[in-house]
């Protein structure tokens, strides 16, 4: 399956941003899909996850209350509801995909990967 991200942008402390990834190929809907961010110099993390079904999510505790991962299979789409951002989001944020796991938190158990998506959230 091929990502790709889209919907990043620069907004001010408070803002709301809504980012989309877009999957190629008639298996996403078998697909956990997870969120991932990279800000600069820091490692990339784990922001959220959906199962294939999209009845089960998974936050990191940094934007557990303001961040919605949700997900169209018809539209072979997933999204990342952003609200409340703060300068501390500012990152790339990275789509991916995998078969096997729920929850999976890990960058290595992701086998599939969009290009990242720039947010930049100023104070």
């Known amino acids: 399956v091929q990502l790709q991200a889209s919907g990043g942008g620069l907004v001010q402390t408070g803002a709301s941003l809504r980012l989309s990834c877009v999957a190629s190929g008639h298996s996403f809907r078998s697909y956990t899909v997870g969120w991932f961010r990279q800000a600069p110099e820091k490692e990339r993390e784990f922001v959220a996850t959906?199962?294939?079904?999209?009845?089960?999510?998974y936050y990191a505790d940094s934007v557990k209350g303001r961040f919605t991962i949700s997900r169209d299979n018809a539209k072979n789409t997933a999204y990342l509801q952003m609200n409340s951002l703060r300068p501390e989001d500012t990152a790339l944020y990275y789509c991916?995909?995998?078969?096997?796991?729920?929850?999976?938190?890990?960058?290595?158990?992701?086998?599939?990967w969009g290009q990242g998506t720039l947010v930049t959230v100023s104070s």
């Open positions: 959906i199962k294939p079904t999209g009845g089960s999510t």
């Open positions: 991916a995909a995998q078969a096997a796991l729920f929850p999976a938190v890990r960058p290595s158990s992701y086998g599939y």
